[in-house]
């Protein structure tokens, strides 16, 4: 079964660092595209950032310089690297894998929630 | 970059057709794939309609997709409306650099 698992959100202060992870089962993430969409309470859908299969990366440009995509092809498992996080980064984190060419989102994770407040 | 706008909100009774749209702002709408996701409180999205067109296996065909050149947008349709389609639907398509664009979401209130 294709499936995806984050974790590693929580309560951060506002400044702070914090990185979430992906554990991906039923395929392999070093050959797929991958994203991180988020999704702050109460409001929609934001695309955060992508890497594709040959390591190149991509974010949106209210996390550039700040957050950082990366993946661990033995452990199979996606990574997002917050820094100077901020009160609008709070939000339920997906990790899903994007197919490229036809732009689909399939599957998504449960999301992981990270407040930054003080 | 193109935006996707979409309304706030619909409603609509049970047994009945609701239409919910999707405008791109710039660059055409068939120039690149529209997905639609529901997502219900809690809950992850879930894929109802990809590529336009193309229903999921699971998804009853209840559910349809579609695109207009004229007026730039697609529309995702739910014929014989039953309770459990309440969610809320999001539109989602991507640009040339493969990130992705979401509409804003709709409120389906199925009442």
């Known amino acids: 079964e294709v499936q995806l698992v984050e974790s590693g959100g929580g309560l951060i202060q506002p400044g702070g660092s914090l990185r979430l992870s992906c554990a991906a089962s039923?395929?392999?993430?070093?050959?797929?595209?991958m994203s991180w969409v988020r999704q702050a309470p109460g409001k929609g859908l934001e695309w955060v950032s992508v890497?594709?299969?040959?390591?190149?990366?991509y974010y949106a440009d209210s996390v550039k310089g700040r957050f950082t995509i990366s993946r661990d092809n033995s452990k199979n498992t996606l990574y997002l690297q917050m820094n100077s996080l901020r009160a609008e980064d709070t939000a339920v984190y997906y990790c899903?894998?994007?197919?490229?060419?036809?732009?689909?989102?399939?599957?998504w994770g449960q999301g992981t929630l990270v407040t930054v407040s003080s | 970059n193109f935006m996707l706008t979409q309304p706030h909100s619909v409603s609509e009774s049970p047994g009945k057709t609701v239409t919910i749209s999707c405008t791109r702002s710039?660059?055409?709408?068939?120039?690149?794939?529209v997905q639609w996701y529901q997502q219900r409180p809690g809950s992850s999205p879930t894929t109802v309609i990809y590529?336009?067109?193309?229903?999921p296996s699971g998804v009853p065909d209840r559910f349809s997709g579609s695109i207009d050149s004229s007026s730039n947008s697609a529309s995702l349709t739910i014929s014989g409306l039953k309770t459990e389609d309440e969610a809320d639907y999001y539109c989602?398509?991507?640009?040339?650099?493969?990130?992705?664009?979401f509409g804003g979401g709709t409120k389906l209130t199925v009442l």
């Open positions: 899903a894998r994007y197919v490229a060419g036809l732009g689909r989102f399939d599957p």
């Open positions: 039923g395929f392999t993430v070093s050959s797929n595209y």
């Open positions: 890497i594709y299969s040959g390591g190149s990366t």
């Open positions: 710039s660059g055409s709408i068939a120039s690149n794939y």
């Open positions: 590529e336009d067109n193309q229903r």
């Open positions: 989602q398509s991507y640009d040339s650099s493969n990130h992705g664009v």
